[in-house]
């Protein structure tokens, strides 16, 4: 059985021209066998920096937080690298996102652009599950004692999502959630780490995600030599696929069993990343 740890993400003031606040889910699919020593060696590694126990981290840690007072300016980079490092060092641990602009249409028919966007990530677990023939879990946070989700939006979306069909079975496997407590669970917070990296990097906060982001970048799932709609997956394309080019590096985009050469003239950020109109 594969394990899937969930996070979210946004950004309501995106930095990169024409970008609209952004929504996101997504995860960490970790197979079976390195749960346990990849939990136990995130939890040294807090160890190593300080981390009292039961703290947690996180990609923007809260004013209160021991990691906000303690961990601060390039030790903080250092240990965030360092973090996603250790899951970047086992081949088969994968990251797979999902961005929307809640500016626009969903692409579901949902009528909140969270709800969309769990949907479409629970899809990519599917899908994902299904390649690999592997039944699995999704972990996402908790509730806390008072019954609300003490953890972003992405635990209540897809609780929602699998108790409607009970469970997926696309492709033949099975998919379960399981809910956890965000600050005891290391792998929930190794989740919110890549999820709000990359989601920065999307909105164009390269600044504080820029050189984080060369880590990340290499647990995103690819398929066939791209990362687009496979890894990082952008809504709506029609806006967002030459950004597969400029931030992922793909070479092509694909669509309907086509393969399109990247960047595509005709869509926005034809030029560069920085220049939302076609052909600059």
Known sequence: MDFVFA???????????GVGPLVAAGGLFVPGE????LEQDVEALCGDYGFPDCEEFRWSPVRDAWMCGNLVGHK???????????AGERRRV?????????NCPTFSGATEAEMDVAGAFLGCVDKRLA????????????????GAWEEGFVGGCLETLLNAASCVKASGVTLSALSLP???????????????CITALVGGDEQCSGGMFASVKGLLARERGRTGRV????HPYYMYANLYHWLVGDTYFWMHDTEFALPLACYPYSSSADA???CG
């Open 231 to 234: 890894g990082l997956s952008l």
């Open 276 to 278: 939302f109109g076609p």
């Open 7 to 17: 996070a979210d993400a946004r950004q309501s003031r995106p930095l990169r021209s």
């Open 131 to 146: 390649v690999r023939k592997s039944d699995g879990a999704i972990m996402a946070p908790a509730k806390s004692e008072n």
């Open 94 to 102: 994968v990251a797979v996102v999902v961005v929307h602009d809640a």
């Open 34 to 37: 390195e749960v346990g020593k």
């Open 182 to 196: 965000f600050r005891r669970k290391r792998l929930l917070q190794l989740a919110e780490v890549v999820v709000s």
């Open 76 to 86: 903080r980079w250092r240990f965030l690298e360092e973090v996603v490092g250790l």
